[in-house]
Protein backbone atom coordinates (compact mmCIF):
# COMPACT_ATOMS: atom_id res chain seq x y z
CA UNK A 1 0.00 0.00 0.00
CA UNK A 2 1.74 3.17 -0.89
CA UNK A 3 -1.44 5.93 -0.97
CA UNK A 4 -3.97 6.31 1.62
CA UNK A 5 -6.61 9.36 2.00
CA UNK A 6 -8.19 10.51 5.17
CA UNK A 7 -11.57 11.88 4.21
CA UNK A 8 -13.00 14.71 6.72
CA UNK A 9 -9.92 16.39 8.79
CA UNK A 10 -12.01 17.18 12.05
CA UNK A 11 -10.48 15.28 15.87
CA UNK A 12 -10.68 11.98 14.28
CA UNK A 13 -9.60 12.47 10.86
CA UNK A 14 -6.73 14.76 11.66
CA UNK A 15 -4.91 12.23 13.54
CA UNK A 16 -5.64 9.05 11.29
CA UNK A 17 -3.52 11.43 8.56
CA UNK A 18 -1.19 11.95 11.20
CA UNK A 19 -0.75 8.45 11.57
CA UNK A 20 -1.04 7.37 8.25
CA UNK A 21 1.80 10.26 7.49
CA UNK A 22 3.97 9.11 10.22
CA UNK A 23 3.71 5.33 8.46
CA UNK A 24 4.87 6.38 5.77
CA UNK A 25 2.31 6.60 3.43
CA UNK A 26 1.56 9.15 0.88
CA UNK A 27 -1.57 10.49 3.00
CA UNK A 28 -4.27 12.83 1.16
CA UNK A 29 -6.62 14.83 3.60
CA UNK A 30 -9.62 16.00 2.49
CA UNK A 31 -12.72 18.30 4.08
CA UNK A 32 -15.07 19.88 2.00
CA UNK A 33 -14.72 23.21 4.02
CA UNK A 34 -11.36 24.74 3.84
CA UNK A 35 -11.01 26.28 7.29
CA UNK A 36 -11.35 22.84 8.23
CA UNK A 37 -8.96 21.02 6.07
CA UNK A 38 -6.58 23.80 7.17
CA UNK A 39 -6.99 23.21 11.25
CA UNK A 40 -7.11 19.50 10.25
CA UNK A 41 -3.93 19.48 8.63
CA UNK A 42 -1.99 22.60 11.03
CA UNK A 43 -3.10 19.29 13.97
CA UNK A 44 -1.45 16.96 11.91
CA UNK A 45 1.86 18.52 11.00
CA UNK A 46 2.34 19.63 14.64
CA UNK A 47 1.89 15.83 15.70
CA UNK A 48 4.16 15.01 13.12
CA UNK A 49 6.68 17.46 14.46
CA UNK A 50 6.48 16.93 17.90
CA UNK A 51 7.08 13.04 17.13
CA UNK A 52 10.30 13.74 14.69
CA UNK A 53 11.67 15.91 17.80
CA UNK A 54 10.74 12.99 20.14
CA UNK A 55 12.93 10.77 17.49
CA UNK A 56 9.61 8.23 17.11
CA UNK A 57 10.12 9.38 13.36
CA UNK A 58 12.12 10.34 10.59
CA UNK A 59 12.08 14.05 9.16
CA UNK A 60 10.43 13.20 6.05
CA UNK A 61 7.30 12.12 7.22
CA UNK A 62 5.51 15.90 7.57
CA UNK A 63 6.30 15.78 3.00
CA UNK A 64 4.02 12.47 3.00
CA UNK A 65 0.80 14.98 4.26
CA UNK A 66 -0.91 16.47 1.17
CA UNK A 67 -4.10 18.29 1.82
CA UNK A 68 -6.48 18.25 -1.04
CA UNK A 69 -9.47 20.83 -1.72
CA UNK A 70 -11.45 18.05 -4.03
CA UNK A 71 -12.56 14.38 -3.56
CA UNK A 72 -11.37 13.62 -7.17
CA UNK A 73 -8.19 14.49 -6.18
CA UNK A 74 -8.39 11.47 -3.69
CA UNK A 75 -8.13 8.95 -7.03
CA UNK A 76 -5.04 7.52 -6.86
CA UNK A 77 -5.63 6.23 -3.33
CA UNK A 78 -5.50 2.15 -2.49
CA UNK A 79 -7.38 2.76 0.73
CA UNK A 80 -9.61 5.95 1.76
CA UNK A 81 -10.51 6.10 5.46
CA UNK A 82 -13.59 8.39 6.07
CA UNK A 83 -13.99 10.62 9.48
CA UNK A 84 -16.81 12.51 8.21
CA UNK A 85 -19.34 13.77 10.76
CA UNK A 86 -21.96 10.84 11.85
CA UNK A 87 -25.04 10.28 9.34
CA UNK A 88 -25.58 7.56 7.62
CA UNK A 89 -26.73 9.30 4.62
CA UNK A 90 -23.45 11.26 4.19
CA UNK A 91 -21.49 8.35 4.71
CA UNK A 92 -23.59 6.47 1.72
CA UNK A 93 -23.06 9.50 -0.08
CA UNK A 94 -19.57 9.59 -0.10
CA UNK A 95 -18.57 5.98 -0.48
CA UNK A 96 -20.93 6.05 -3.62
CA UNK A 97 -18.87 8.73 -4.91
CA UNK A 98 -15.49 7.64 -3.66
CA UNK A 99 -16.22 4.49 -5.55
CA UNK A 100 -16.32 6.64 -8.44
CA UNK A 101 -13.52 8.76 -7.93
CA UNK A 102 -11.06 6.10 -7.18
CA UNK A 103 -12.15 2.89 -9.20
CA UNK A 104 -13.08 -0.93 -8.63
CA UNK A 105 -9.95 -1.69 -6.84
CA UNK A 106 -10.10 0.88 -3.56
CA UNK A 107 -10.96 -0.33 -0.05
CA UNK A 108 -13.03 2.25 1.63
CA UNK A 109 -13.06 2.47 5.87
CA UNK A 110 -15.59 3.91 7.62
CA UNK A 111 -14.65 5.06 10.87
CA UNK A 112 -18.40 4.96 12.43
CA UNK A 113 -18.44 4.45 15.69
CA UNK A 114 -22.55 3.49 15.51
CA UNK A 115 -23.65 3.01 12.04
CA UNK A 116 -23.86 -0.38 11.06
CA UNK A 117 -21.17 -0.69 8.46
CA UNK A 118 -22.79 -3.32 6.37
CA UNK A 119 -25.64 -0.71 5.71
CA UNK A 120 -22.90 1.46 4.42
CA UNK A 121 -20.80 -1.02 2.66
CA UNK A 122 -24.06 -1.27 0.54
CA UNK A 123 -23.55 1.86 -1.09
CA UNK A 124 -20.26 0.99 -2.31
CA UNK A 125 -19.07 -0.18 -5.95
CA UNK A 126 -18.27 -3.00 -4.46
CA UNK A 127 -19.63 -3.92 -0.76
CA UNK A 128 -16.37 -6.61 -0.44
CA UNK A 129 -14.28 -3.80 -0.10
CA UNK A 130 -15.69 -2.09 2.57
CA UNK A 131 -14.37 -2.24 6.04
CA UNK A 132 -14.55 -0.53 9.13
CA UNK A 133 -11.63 1.05 10.31
CA UNK A 134 -12.60 2.32 14.36
CA UNK A 135 -9.62 4.53 16.15
CA UNK A 136 -10.19 5.66 19.41
CA UNK A 137 -10.18 9.47 19.98
CA UNK A 138 -7.55 11.16 20.33
CA UNK A 139 -5.91 8.27 17.27
CA UNK A 140 -2.17 9.17 17.56
CA UNK A 141 -2.09 8.24 21.39
CA UNK A 142 -4.65 5.76 21.41
CA UNK A 143 -3.07 2.18 21.02
CA UNK A 144 -5.77 0.71 19.34
CA UNK A 145 -7.34 0.25 16.20
CA UNK A 146 -10.82 -2.47 16.17
CA UNK A 147 -11.63 -3.68 12.61
CA UNK A 148 -14.84 -4.45 11.89
CA UNK A 149 -16.13 -6.87 9.16
CA UNK A 150 -19.40 -6.07 7.65
CA UNK A 151 -21.44 -8.68 5.92
CA UNK A 152 -20.42 -8.17 3.28
CA UNK A 153 -16.68 -7.81 3.47
CA UNK A 154 -13.64 -9.67 1.36
CA UNK A 155 -10.51 -11.55 3.33
CA UNK A 156 -8.51 -8.71 1.01
CA UNK A 157 -10.07 -5.43 2.59
CA UNK A 158 -9.83 -7.00 6.03
CA UNK A 159 -6.04 -8.03 5.18
CA UNK A 160 -5.31 -4.32 4.23
CA UNK A 161 -7.08 -2.66 6.79
CA UNK A 162 -4.92 -4.84 9.39
CA UNK A 163 -2.27 -4.27 7.67
CA UNK A 164 -2.20 -0.35 7.32
CA UNK A 165 -3.53 -0.46 11.44
CA UNK A 166 -0.25 -2.29 12.28
CA UNK A 167 2.12 -0.46 10.04
CA UNK A 168 0.46 2.26 11.93
CA UNK A 169 1.47 1.00 15.24
CA UNK A 170 -1.73 -0.06 16.70
CA UNK A 171 -2.81 -3.21 18.13
CA UNK A 172 -5.46 -4.50 16.29
CA UNK A 173 -8.32 -6.52 17.02
CA UNK A 174 -11.05 -7.60 14.91
CA UNK A 175 -14.89 -7.40 15.31
CA UNK A 176 -18.53 -8.71 13.46
CA UNK A 177 -20.37 -5.80 12.58
CA UNK A 178 -23.33 -5.09 15.47
CA UNK A 179 -24.52 -2.46 17.78
CA UNK A 180 -21.25 -0.81 19.30
CA UNK A 181 -19.24 -3.49 17.33
CA UNK A 182 -16.68 -5.31 19.72
CA UNK A 183 -15.43 -2.84 22.48
CA UNK A 184 -18.21 -0.29 22.75
CA UNK A 185 -20.83 -3.35 23.21
CA UNK A 186 -18.54 -5.20 26.18
CA UNK A 187 -17.80 -1.98 27.81
CA UNK A 188 -21.54 -1.15 27.99
CA UNK A 189 -22.13 -2.56 31.09
CA UNK A 190 -19.91 -0.67 33.32
CA UNK A 191 -22.29 2.42 32.68
CA UNK A 192 -26.04 0.56 32.10
CA UNK A 193 -25.53 -1.46 35.90
CA UNK A 194 -24.24 2.00 37.38
CA UNK A 195 -27.25 3.42 36.16
CA UNK A 196 -29.03 0.39 37.27
CA UNK A 197 -27.97 0.39 40.82
CA UNK A 198 -28.76 4.38 41.01
CA UNK A 199 -32.17 3.78 39.88
CA UNK A 200 -32.79 0.98 42.66
CA UNK A 201 -30.47 3.10 45.61
CA UNK A 202 -27.93 0.56 46.42
CA UNK A 203 -25.63 3.10 46.47
CA UNK A 204 -24.87 6.99 45.71
CA UNK A 205 -23.10 7.55 42.34
CA UNK A 206 -20.36 8.97 44.57
CA UNK A 207 -20.20 5.41 46.05
CA UNK A 208 -20.81 3.17 43.00
CA UNK A 209 -17.74 5.19 41.35
CA UNK A 210 -15.51 5.25 44.55
CA UNK A 211 -16.78 1.45 45.16
CA UNK A 212 -15.18 0.94 40.72
CA UNK A 213 -11.87 2.51 41.78
CA UNK A 214 -10.75 0.90 44.95
CA UNK A 215 -12.61 -2.26 44.62
CA UNK A 216 -11.58 -2.80 41.62
CA UNK A 217 -8.81 -0.72 40.20
CA UNK A 218 -10.88 1.11 37.54
CA UNK A 219 -9.14 4.67 36.85
CA UNK A 220 -12.46 6.91 36.72
CA UNK A 221 -16.32 4.84 38.38
CA UNK A 222 -19.79 4.93 36.06
CA UNK A 223 -20.74 8.43 36.67
CA UNK A 224 -17.71 10.58 36.66
CA UNK A 225 -16.74 8.88 32.65
CA UNK A 226 -20.56 9.79 31.85
CA UNK A 227 -19.93 13.20 32.73
CA UNK A 228 -16.52 13.28 30.96
CA UNK A 229 -18.49 11.87 28.00
CA UNK A 230 -21.74 13.77 28.17
CA UNK A 231 -24.67 12.26 29.46
CA UNK A 232 -26.63 13.69 26.10
CA UNK A 233 -23.95 11.60 23.87
CA UNK A 234 -24.44 8.41 26.21
CA UNK A 235 -28.06 8.84 26.21
CA UNK A 236 -27.66 8.84 22.32
CA UNK A 237 -25.68 6.00 22.60
CA UNK A 238 -27.74 3.96 24.47
CA UNK A 239 -30.60 4.89 21.83
CA UNK A 240 -29.08 3.58 19.56
CA UNK A 241 -28.34 0.36 20.97
CA UNK A 242 -31.66 -0.18 21.69
CA UNK A 243 -33.12 0.70 17.81
CA UNK A 244 -30.67 -1.37 16.40
CA UNK A 245 -30.90 -4.49 18.49
CA UNK A 246 -34.95 -4.34 18.45
CA UNK A 247 -34.93 -3.52 22.14
CA UNK A 248 -32.53 -6.30 23.72
CA UNK A 249 -32.95 -5.30 27.23
CA UNK A 250 -29.58 -5.48 28.72
CA UNK A 251 -29.25 -2.42 26.24
CA UNK A 252 -32.45 -0.26 26.87
CA UNK A 253 -31.71 3.00 27.98
CA UNK A 254 -32.32 4.80 32.00
CA UNK A 255 -34.48 7.14 32.70
CA UNK A 256 -31.78 8.99 35.18
CA UNK A 257 -30.35 9.59 32.06
CA UNK A 258 -33.14 10.80 29.84
CA UNK A 259 -33.88 13.07 33.22
CA UNK A 260 -30.40 14.69 33.20
CA UNK A 261 -30.72 15.36 29.68
CA UNK A 262 -33.78 17.19 29.98
CA UNK A 263 -32.77 18.94 32.98
CA UNK A 264 -29.76 20.31 30.90
CA UNK A 265 -27.36 18.48 33.54
CA UNK A 266 -24.59 17.04 30.83
CA UNK A 267 -21.94 16.56 32.37
CA UNK A 268 -18.50 18.92 32.84
CA UNK A 269 -19.21 20.65 29.58
CA UNK A 270 -21.92 22.49 31.14
CA UNK A 271 -20.49 22.29 34.61
CA UNK A 272 -22.78 20.12 36.15
CA UNK A 273 -24.04 16.49 35.69
CA UNK A 274 -24.06 13.97 38.37
CA UNK A 275 -21.43 16.17 40.04
CA UNK A 276 -20.71 19.79 40.16
CA UNK A 277 -17.57 21.19 38.44
CA UNK A 278 -15.88 24.07 40.18
CA UNK A 279 -13.77 26.04 37.77
CA UNK A 280 -10.59 24.70 38.18
CA UNK A 281 -12.57 21.03 36.94
CA UNK A 282 -12.26 19.99 40.54
CA UNK A 283 -15.09 17.46 41.64
CA UNK A 284 -14.39 15.00 44.20
CA UNK A 285 -12.09 14.57 47.27
CA UNK A 286 -9.28 12.14 46.47
CA UNK A 287 -9.41 8.57 47.81
CA UNK A 288 -7.99 8.04 51.26
CA UNK A 289 -5.28 5.28 51.65
CA UNK A 290 -6.91 2.21 52.68
CA UNK A 291 -5.94 1.85 56.71
CA UNK A 292 -2.62 -0.58 57.19
CA UNK A 293 -3.54 -3.85 58.49
CA UNK A 294 -3.52 -3.84 62.01
CA UNK A 295 -5.76 -7.08 63.27
CA UNK A 296 -6.75 -7.57 66.60
CA UNK A 297 -6.08 -12.06 66.27
CA UNK A 298 -9.72 -13.88 66.16
CA UNK A 299 -11.01 -17.22 66.10
CA UNK A 300 -12.22 -16.82 62.67
CA UNK A 301 -14.44 -19.43 60.84
CA UNK A 302 -13.63 -18.88 57.43
CA UNK A 303 -15.73 -21.00 54.91
CA UNK A 304 -15.92 -21.70 51.39
CA UNK A 305 -14.11 -22.57 48.13
CA UNK A 306 -12.75 -20.85 45.64
CA UNK A 307 -10.60 -17.78 44.75
CA UNK A 308 -12.22 -15.28 47.12
CA UNK A 309 -11.93 -17.66 50.06
CA UNK A 310 -8.80 -18.61 49.78
CA UNK A 311 -7.65 -15.43 48.93
CA UNK A 312 -9.33 -14.00 52.51
CA UNK A 313 -7.68 -17.22 53.83
CA UNK A 314 -4.98 -15.97 53.28
CA UNK A 315 -5.06 -12.64 54.22
CA UNK A 316 -6.35 -13.52 57.77
CA UNK A 317 -3.74 -16.15 58.15
CA UNK A 318 -0.97 -13.33 57.36
CA UNK A 319 -2.41 -10.97 59.74
CA UNK A 320 -2.40 -13.01 62.94
CA UNK A 321 -5.86 -14.46 63.10
CA UNK A 322 -6.62 -18.13 64.03
CA UNK A 323 -8.62 -20.14 61.72
CA UNK A 324 -10.90 -22.61 62.32
CA UNK A 325 -11.95 -25.57 60.63
CA UNK A 326 -14.44 -26.76 62.95
CA UNK A 327 -16.10 -26.21 66.53
CA UNK A 328 -16.49 -22.30 68.32
CA UNK A 329 -15.14 -19.21 66.58
CA UNK A 330 -15.93 -15.17 67.58
CA UNK A 331 -16.85 -14.51 63.94
CA UNK A 332 -18.06 -16.48 61.33
CA UNK A 333 -16.75 -15.28 57.60
CA UNK A 334 -19.15 -17.14 54.95
CA UNK A 335 -17.09 -16.34 51.56
CA UNK A 336 -18.67 -19.30 49.73
CA UNK A 337 -20.14 -19.04 46.54
CA UNK A 338 -23.10 -20.67 48.03
CA UNK A 339 -24.17 -20.93 51.77
CA UNK A 340 -21.60 -23.59 53.43
CA UNK A 341 -23.19 -25.51 56.20
CA UNK A 342 -21.73 -24.43 59.74
CA UNK A 343 -21.32 -24.90 63.39
CA UNK A 344 -24.44 -23.38 65.03
CA UNK A 345 -23.14 -20.80 67.42
CA UNK A 346 -23.77 -17.52 68.66
CA UNK A 347 -20.66 -16.05 66.66
CA UNK A 348 -22.04 -12.96 64.15
CA UNK A 349 -21.96 -14.57 60.51
CA UNK A 350 -20.26 -12.26 57.62
CA UNK A 351 -21.86 -13.71 54.14
CA UNK A 352 -20.94 -13.51 50.90
CA UNK A 353 -23.77 -12.14 48.82
CA UNK A 354 -23.28 -13.87 45.43
CA UNK A 355 -25.66 -16.81 45.34
CA UNK A 356 -28.31 -14.38 46.99
CA UNK A 357 -28.73 -11.26 48.77
CA UNK A 358 -28.39 -10.93 52.17
CA UNK A 359 -32.26 -10.96 52.88
CA UNK A 360 -32.53 -13.43 50.43
CA UNK A 361 -30.85 -15.77 52.27
CA UNK A 362 -33.07 -15.69 55.25
CA UNK A 363 -30.06 -15.07 58.07
CA UNK A 364 -31.94 -12.10 59.79
CA UNK A 365 -29.09 -11.25 61.77
CA UNK A 366 -25.95 -11.55 59.29
CA UNK A 367 -23.63 -8.69 57.46
CA UNK A 368 -23.22 -9.48 53.94
CA UNK A 369 -20.24 -8.34 52.01
CA UNK A 370 -18.54 -8.59 48.39
CA UNK A 371 -15.60 -8.03 47.21
CA UNK A 372 -14.08 -8.81 43.54
CA UNK A 373 -10.70 -10.76 43.30
CA UNK A 374 -7.83 -10.35 42.90
CA UNK A 375 -7.32 -9.39 46.32
CA UNK A 376 -3.97 -7.98 45.88
CA UNK A 377 -5.73 -5.76 43.70
CA UNK A 378 -8.69 -4.90 45.55
CA UNK A 379 -8.76 -2.51 48.32
CA UNK A 380 -12.56 -2.17 49.56
CA UNK A 381 -14.66 -4.24 50.76
CA UNK A 382 -18.56 -3.86 50.34
CA UNK A 383 -20.71 -4.28 53.69
CA UNK A 384 -24.49 -4.45 53.60
CA UNK A 385 -26.75 -4.90 56.34
CA UNK A 386 -30.64 -5.77 57.32
CA UNK A 387 -33.14 -4.04 59.60
CA UNK A 388 -32.25 -6.75 61.84
CA UNK A 389 -28.96 -6.72 61.69
CA UNK A 390 -27.37 -5.85 65.34
CA UNK A 391 -24.75 -3.56 65.92
CA UNK A 392 -22.24 -5.52 67.08
CA UNK A 393 -21.99 -7.48 64.05
CA UNK A 394 -21.58 -4.57 61.60
CA UNK A 395 -18.48 -3.61 64.27
CA UNK A 396 -17.20 -6.61 64.02
CA UNK A 397 -17.29 -6.76 59.90
CA UNK A 398 -15.70 -3.76 59.50
CA UNK A 399 -13.37 -4.13 62.12
CA UNK A 400 -12.43 -7.91 60.81
CA UNK A 401 -11.99 -5.93 56.80
CA UNK A 402 -10.25 -2.95 57.92
CA UNK A 403 -7.87 -4.99 60.41
CA UNK A 404 -7.16 -7.05 57.07
CA UNK A 405 -6.12 -3.47 55.23
CA UNK A 406 -9.60 -2.69 53.42
CA UNK A 407 -11.27 0.32 53.04
CA UNK A 408 -15.10 -0.72 53.62
CA UNK A 409 -18.22 0.84 51.99
CA UNK A 410 -22.04 0.45 53.21
CA UNK A 411 -24.34 -0.11 50.47
CA UNK A 412 -27.90 -1.86 50.22
CA UNK A 413 -28.54 -5.47 49.81
CA UNK A 414 -28.11 -6.88 46.27
CA UNK A 415 -26.90 -9.85 44.65
CA UNK A 416 -23.20 -8.98 43.70
CA UNK A 417 -23.78 -5.58 45.69
CA UNK A 418 -22.82 -2.66 43.41
CA UNK A 419 -18.56 -4.54 41.86
CA UNK A 420 -19.96 -7.70 41.94
CA UNK A 421 -22.98 -6.94 40.02
CA UNK A 422 -21.06 -4.90 37.50
CA UNK A 423 -18.47 -7.29 37.09
CA UNK A 424 -20.85 -10.06 36.27
CA UNK A 425 -22.54 -8.19 33.71
CA UNK A 426 -19.20 -7.37 31.82
CA UNK A 427 -18.31 -11.10 31.63
CA UNK A 428 -21.83 -11.77 30.88
CA UNK A 429 -22.30 -8.89 28.10
CA UNK A 430 -18.11 -10.67 26.67
CA UNK A 431 -19.63 -14.40 26.75
CA UNK A 432 -23.05 -12.91 24.75
CA UNK A 433 -20.64 -11.16 22.26
CA UNK A 434 -18.10 -14.20 21.95
CA UNK A 435 -21.00 -16.99 21.90
CA UNK A 436 -22.18 -14.58 18.82
CA UNK A 437 -19.06 -14.62 17.19
CA UNK A 438 -18.67 -11.10 17.36
CA UNK A 439 -14.95 -11.58 18.79
CA UNK A 440 -12.49 -13.68 20.25
CA UNK A 441 -12.27 -14.08 24.03
CA UNK A 442 -8.44 -12.11 23.35
CA UNK A 443 -10.11 -9.37 21.78
CA UNK A 444 -12.51 -8.74 24.37
CA UNK A 445 -9.92 -8.19 26.46
CA UNK A 446 -7.12 -6.24 24.23
CA UNK A 447 -10.25 -4.03 23.22
CA UNK A 448 -11.27 -3.21 26.62
CA UNK A 449 -8.21 -2.75 28.71
CA UNK A 450 -6.37 -0.77 25.48
CA UNK A 451 -9.77 0.53 23.98
CA UNK A 452 -11.58 1.61 27.99
CA UNK A 453 -8.57 1.40 29.82
CA UNK A 454 -10.49 -1.07 32.01
CA UNK A 455 -7.74 -2.45 34.46
CA UNK A 456 -8.11 -6.03 33.43
CA UNK A 457 -10.76 -7.48 30.59
CA UNK A 458 -13.80 -9.57 31.22
CA UNK A 459 -12.49 -13.07 30.55
CA UNK A 460 -9.34 -11.84 32.78
CA UNK A 461 -12.25 -10.77 35.65
CA UNK A 462 -14.03 -14.19 35.00
CA UNK A 463 -10.40 -16.49 35.52
CA UNK A 464 -9.78 -14.50 38.91
CA UNK A 465 -13.08 -14.18 40.33
CA UNK A 466 -14.59 -17.69 39.05
CA UNK A 467 -16.94 -18.34 35.99
CA UNK A 468 -19.43 -20.09 38.79
CA UNK A 469 -19.42 -16.86 40.95
CA UNK A 470 -20.15 -14.75 38.11
CA UNK A 471 -23.05 -17.08 37.32
CA UNK A 472 -24.44 -17.34 40.63
CA UNK A 473 -24.44 -13.19 40.74
CA UNK A 474 -26.88 -12.98 37.73
CA UNK A 475 -28.67 -16.27 38.29
CA UNK A 476 -29.56 -14.42 42.08
CA UNK A 477 -30.55 -11.28 39.78
CA UNK A 478 -32.70 -13.29 37.58
CA UNK A 479 -34.42 -14.69 40.64
CA UNK A 480 -34.83 -11.89 42.59
CA UNK A 481 -35.80 -9.61 39.98
CA UNK A 482 -37.32 -10.77 37.10
CA UNK A 483 -35.52 -9.16 34.71
CA UNK A 484 -34.59 -10.45 31.07
CA UNK A 485 -31.58 -8.37 31.47
CA UNK A 486 -30.00 -10.48 33.96
CA UNK A 487 -30.53 -13.82 31.83
CA UNK A 488 -26.77 -15.23 31.84
CA UNK A 489 -25.38 -15.97 28.35
CA UNK A 490 -25.40 -19.26 26.80
CA UNK A 491 -21.68 -19.69 26.64
CA UNK A 492 -21.54 -18.94 30.15
CA UNK A 493 -23.56 -21.37 31.54
CA UNK A 494 -22.30 -23.89 29.23
CA UNK A 495 -18.70 -23.55 30.82
CA UNK A 496 -19.09 -23.35 33.86
CA UNK A 497 -21.65 -26.79 33.07
CA UNK A 498 -18.46 -28.11 31.86
CA UNK A 499 -15.95 -26.30 34.33
CA UNK A 500 -14.36 -24.60 31.13
CA UNK A 501 -13.31 -21.02 31.35
CA UNK A 502 -14.66 -18.94 28.68
CA UNK A 503 -11.23 -18.96 26.36
CA UNK A 504 -12.03 -22.84 25.97
N1 LIG B 1 -14.66 11.93 18.35
C1 LIG B 1 -14.58 10.70 18.80
O1 LIG B 1 -14.33 10.45 19.97
C2 LIG B 1 -14.78 9.54 17.85
C3 LIG B 1 -14.27 8.27 18.19
C4 LIG B 1 -14.43 7.22 17.29
C5 LIG B 1 -15.10 7.43 16.11
N2 LIG B 1 -15.60 8.66 15.81
C6 LIG B 1 -16.28 8.83 14.52
O2 LIG B 1 -15.42 9.51 13.63
C7 LIG B 1 -16.19 10.29 12.73
C8 LIG B 1 -15.71 11.73 12.77
O3 LIG B 1 -15.83 12.21 14.09
P1 LIG B 1 -15.06 13.52 14.59
O4 LIG B 1 -15.18 13.54 16.06
O5 LIG B 1 -13.71 13.58 13.98
O6 LIG B 1 -15.98 14.67 13.97
P2 LIG B 1 -15.60 16.19 13.67
O7 LIG B 1 -16.88 16.93 13.68
O8 LIG B 1 -14.49 16.65 14.54
O9 LIG B 1 -15.05 16.14 12.16
C9 LIG B 1 -15.85 15.88 11.06
C10 LIG B 1 -15.23 16.58 9.85
O10 LIG B 1 -15.94 16.17 8.69
C11 LIG B 1 -16.08 17.30 7.84
N3 LIG B 1 -17.21 17.12 6.93
C12 LIG B 1 -18.43 17.69 6.96
N4 LIG B 1 -19.17 17.26 5.92
C13 LIG B 1 -18.40 16.40 5.21
C14 LIG B 1 -18.60 15.63 4.02
N5 LIG B 1 -19.75 15.67 3.38
N6 LIG B 1 -17.59 14.89 3.59
C15 LIG B 1 -16.41 14.84 4.26
N7 LIG B 1 -16.16 15.52 5.39
C16 LIG B 1 -17.15 16.30 5.86
C17 LIG B 1 -16.25 18.48 8.77
O11 LIG B 1 -15.89 19.68 8.12
C18 LIG B 1 -15.31 18.11 9.91
O12 LIG B 1 -14.03 18.65 9.72
C19 LIG B 1 -17.65 10.09 13.10
O13 LIG B 1 -18.18 9.07 12.33
C20 LIG B 1 -17.53 9.65 14.56
O14 LIG B 1 -18.64 8.88 14.97
C21 LIG B 1 -15.45 9.72 16.64
Redesign the pocket.
Known amino acids: MNVLGV????????GIAQLGAAAGFRTLL????PE??E??AESARRGLAKWVEKGRIKEEAASFLEPVSGLDDLSPCELVI?????RAD??R??FGALSMVCGDEVVLA??????PVTSLASAAARPENVVGM????PPPLMPLLEIIRADQTGAPAMELAEQVGRAMGKEVIVAADGPGFLVNRCGRPFNGEGLRLLQERVATHEQIDRICRLGGGFRMGPFELMDLVGIDVGFEVAKSFEELSFGEPRWRPNPIQARMVAAGRLGRKTGRGYYGYAEDGSYRQDDPEPPSASPTPLALALLGDGPLAAGLRDRARTAGHELREGGPAELVVDAGVLPAERVPGRAPLVALCASSSLAARGETGAVGFHLVPPLDEARLVELTRLPTTQRFACEAAEGLFAGLGFATGWVEDAPGLVLGRIVSQLVNEAAFAIGEGVGSPADVDTGLTLGLSHPRGPVAWSEAIGLDHVLAVLDALWDERHEERYRAAPLLRRSVALGRGLRE
Open positions: VGAGTMGAHDPVALRGEAAPELKDLTNTSSIHFFN
